[in-house]
């Protein structure tokens, strides 16, 4: 599958790609993908170095807990590092909900709108139609920072994710904007509950949309390894590499990540095994 950004491409023929995420807020509970606006283009220059295809920076932490941002401060520190790693050459996304930012970002070049609210917002979608970008729909219940508050019963949890997400998903296209679909892990969810989104992935990929997971250094990590829920946990870097791997063998097309040297020499593997395994 060719997935086409504004003007650029990326081929996930057979191969899982990497979005880096790159935080220019200040409260972000993984410390290390912290920047300042100053530094974010070096940091996203050595990002793309290490095998990432997409920057996707944001400002705004979703976190149960952080604080808020006015729009203009989120357009004052994701639009000068847009604007300088577009220029630099690099793909870049945007993570925001709010309208005004998505139009600013646009304005400074980014070419995928990354929305956790799922483009809930109208004026969401018409920045995306106006600009010619496509926007990548998230599952989500609740609001941001406000997920784990709300319930995390499920009926059949893959069955909800996978028909709101196609819905959402001809929503846009309706009106002529390309979908990428984000099951939201850990958005509203329990920890089973995300390790049987994992396991319907192949069902979701077959659906013949963009797929886009992002699951690294999550607490539901910490707890399916029989620890309490927890961003800093001991092995949340090796869990976020075996369950990227195992996405990536069931055909998702893009993985966000926070590590991304690791994250990529795991993907080699597995990459050439679907190559292998489809006969190129």
């Known amino acids: 599958m060719l997935l086409r950004l504004r003007d650029r491409e990326i081929d996930c023929t057979h191969q899982t790609r990497i979005m880096a995420i790159l935080n220019v807020s200040d409260d972000s509970p993984i410390a290390f993908s912290r920047v300042g606006v100053s530094q974010a283009l070096t940091r996203a220059q050595e990002l793309a170095r290490h095998g990432a295809a997409i920057i996707d920076v944001g400002a705004h932490s979703t976190a149960t807990g952080a604080r808020d941002l006015t729009a203009q401060e989120e357009i004052d520190r994701v639009c000068p590092v847009i604007e300088a790693v577009t220029r630099a050459g690099l793909i870049t996304s945007v993570d925001t909900w709010t309208p005004a930012v998505a139009r600013a970002a ?121 620890k309490p829920y927890s961003q800093r946990s001991e092995g949340l870097l090796e869990a976020t590499l075996a369950f990227n791997v195992l996405a990536a063998w069931h055909g998702v097309h893009v993985v966000r990540v926070h590590d991304v040297p690791e994250v990529a020499h795991a993907l080699a593997i597995v990459n050439e095994a679907r190559r292998l395994a489809a006969g190129d």
């Open 106 to 226: 646009a304005e400074a070049g980014v070419h995928l709108l990354n929305d956790v609210t799922g483009f809930s917002d109208p004026e969401m979608v018409r920045v995306a139609a106006d600009f010619g970008l496509p926007g990548c729909v998230m599952h989500m219940r609740g609001e941001p920072k406000h997920h784990r508050e709300v319930s995390q019963e499920f009926d059949d949890v893959e069955a909800e994710v996978r028909t709101y997400l196609l819905e959402r998903a001809r929503l846009l296209e309706a009106q002529g904007v390309t979908a990428w679909l984000d099951p939201g892990y850990a958005f509203g969810k329990s920890a089973t509950d995300n390790m049987r989104l994992l396991n319907g992935l192949p069902a979701l990929v077959a659906g013949g949309y963009p797929v886009l997971i992002s699951a690294s250094r999550k607490g539901f990590l910490a707890e399916v390894m029989g």
